[in-house]
């Protein structure tokens, strides 16, 4: 377990934890998506704010604002500029959330290339940008014949795949990119997938 309790019945780091991977400043991780949904759901029950998990296009809207571009700073690389396998000397781990200043959006929003990825509400799919018959996965469904790839494994389980976005601190440049998308199993739970929340006003 990561956690133990106090005697008033909060939680808390156990105390070897928070010398290595963990920190109570670093982003939440390790839980899967129906967790990270559960939570949502519970904050905006709490703040009477209607709290959700990020659909990937408002993520990606966050990230690349308005010029779509390739990471949240700019266009150019530095491993230096966010939190992924690179940018330290030695062991690499989670980093408190303000670590990187640089790794932020044109709208203020930190830690989209680096540190942490994020669960998004919604299902993955390989041609989600099937646009008026265009279809730019084409090349890439023809090569790897994803679509039937996706099918059996759909239908060899109730474990539906979401997308996550972002990159995350054992990661290299391409989870950086902020047009990077990922699939998981909606029950998996990774020390580099977390989750953010956002709402509509």
């Not at 156990?14 to 949502?40: C, H, M, Q, R, T």
Request: hydrophobic share 35%; charged share 25%; aromatic share 14%.
């Amino acid at each position: 377990m990561a956690y133990g309790r106090n005697p008033d019945g909060t939680f808390t780091l156990l105390d070897d934890l928070e010398k290595g991977l963990w920190a109570l400043e670093n982003p939440v991780v390790s839980i899967d998506w129906f967790s990270a949904k559960a939570y949502a759901d519970w904050k905006a029950k709490k703040t009477g704010k209607p709290y959700r998990l990020l659909h990937e296009l408002e993520w990606e809207k966050a990230a690349r604002g308005v010029d779509g571009r390739y990471f949240p700073w700019g266009d150019s690389f530095d491993p230096a500029f966010c939190c992924m396998r690179l940018s330290v000397e030695g062991k690499v781990t989670p980093m408190k959330i303000n670590s990187f200043t640089i790794d932020q959006s044109p709208y203020g929003v930190r830690g989209l290339a680096g540190n942490v990825q994020d669960w998004c509400y919604n299902d993955w799919t390989a041609d989600w940008m099937r646009i008026q018959g265009l279809d730019w996965t084409g090349s890439f469904k023809a090569a790897l014949n994803m679509n039937k790839f996706l099918e059996t494994i759909q239908q060899s389980s109730n474990d539906s795949l979401k997308t996550a976005r972002g990159g995350r601190w054992n990661g290299g440049v391409l989870s950086a990119r902020s047009a990077s998308r990922f699939e998981e199993r909606a029950t998996t739970y990774l020390p580099s997938l977390g989750f953010r929340l956002g709402y509509s006003l």
